[in-house]
Every structure is written in structure tokens, then in C-alpha cells.
């Protein structure tokens, strides 16, 4: 009768004790896996040279514009004397300087435009014509640029560059005006002129300083 009861009790102890071992293995897991954390995090804080910031996020920060006057200090001599003659293009067309556009065009030239296509044609169409300025029609007009792109290279050049056109006062539109340049007898003269027409182009086109507009007069 006390044999079951003998067998019962060394049966609970065994168990017993498998429990008391199997907590005991994982406290000592958990403890090594502490260690573990705390040993990283101490070589992390270790790498970090005393005093140094808080390591955050890079964040994308806009980078302001240059004034004109820093990006015009920063031009070669060549891109300058370029810049002059497209100065003197936008004072051609606000003054009908007929004369003036011939003197600083090369002859034979083109102007090439893309504009939107007349309704109820969708798209753009772009049309090529020679430089003619003895059939150029004066009125009330006034172009200006700014930000201009110039890439030079021996005596010839590209200049890439947004504009605004108003006429009778008011905008017409904006686009970008490409010109190709041709340096002859140590002068820049324009040879192609090549312009987009945007009607709805100058919300994202136009510069927000308007000192960076030229010409300035």
C-alpha cells in the first residue's frame, strides 16, 4: 500500500526538479541576452565622441538662390560679353531696334518657336522661319530673362534661360529662350534663337526676386 504512495513522491520530486532546472536555463538566457544588449549599446555610446549632437534624420533643406550680383561676380569675362548681347536682344525687341537685331544676328539665321497649336488642334507645333528684321512689325513689347545657363567652348556658346514677354503692358507669356552664339572677328553675334510660347508658363517660371530680371532697364 506505501509503495504506490513511495513511487509517486519520487515521481513529483523528478518533475520538481526538471521545472526548478528549465527556469533556471532561461533566467541565465535572459540575463546573457541583457548583457548582450547592454555590451552593444555601450560600444555604440563608446564610438560617439564626448559632446558630440544628437544624430537625427538628414532632412532635404531647399537651397536658396544666389543674388544676381554673386552669380554675375562668379561669371567669366567670355560668359559676361555672351550675357551683353542678350541684353541687347531683349532691348531690341522692347524698343523696335530693328536695326540693333540685325547688327547683333548672324545672316541667315533662324528662330525657331514652339507654341501651342491654334484650336481646335491639340498639342504644340513648332515652326521655323529665317530672321528677318526689315518684316518685323513694331508694337508694344518688352522681354526680360533671368537665371541664365551659359556653356561656352572656344567661339561658340549656348545660352539657355527663362523669359517673360508682355505686350501693351500686359503678360503675354513666359517660356525658355535658347540661343546659339557664334564668336566671328572676336565678336559674339546670335545665330539660331529658339524660344518656347507658355500662356500658362509663368507661375512656375517666373523668379521670385524681380532684381534678377535683365536687362535691368
Not at 562668379?74 to 531683349?90: G, K, N
Request: glycine share 8%.
Amino acid at each position: 500500500m506505501n509503495i504506490p504512495r513511495l513511487a509517486s513522491a519520487s515521481t513529483g520530486s523528478g518533475i520538481g526538479s526538471f521545472v526548478s532546472l528549465t527556469r533556471f536555463g532561461i533566467v541565465i538566457v535572459a540575463l546573457a541576452v541583457a548583457l548582450m544588449a547592454s555590451a552593444r549599446v555601450a560600444a555604440q555610446a563608446a564610438s560617439i565622441p564626448s559632446g558630440s549632437p544628437t544624430v537625427q534624420e538628414p532632412r532635404a533643406s531647399p537651397s536658396p538662390s544666389a543674388p544676381a550680383s554673386s552669380v554675375a561676380e562668379t561669371r567669366s569675362p567670355e560668359e559676361q560679353a555672351i550675357l551683353a548681347v542678350v541684353d541687347q536682344f531683349m532691348t531690341g525687341i522692347s524698343t523696335n531696334d530693328f536695326a540693333l537685331l540685325a547688327r547683333i544676328r548672324l545672316e541667315n539665321s533662324l528662330n525657331i518657336v514652339e507654341r501651342p497649336a491654334a484650336p481646335p488642334t491639340p498639342g504644340m507645333v513648332i515652326t521655323r522661319r529665317p530672321f528677318n528684321p526689315e518684316g518685323s512689325k513694331p508694337g508694344v513689347f518688352k522681354e526680360r530673362y533671368w537665371d541664365p545657363l551659359v556653356h561656352v567652348r572656344g567661339g561658340l556658346a549656348i545660352v539657355w534661360t527663362p523669359y517673360e514677354f508682355w505686350r501693351d503692358g500686359e503678360t503675354s507669356h513666359c517660356g525658355i529662350d535658347v540661343f546659339e552664339m557664334v564668336k566671328e572677328q572676336g565678336i559674339w553675334k546670335i545665330g539660331n534663337a529658339m524660344w518656347t510660347v507658355e500662356p500658362d508658363g509663368c507661375p512656375s517660371l517666373r523668379p521670385s526676386d524681380p532684381s534678377r530680371l535683365r536687362p535691368t532697364r
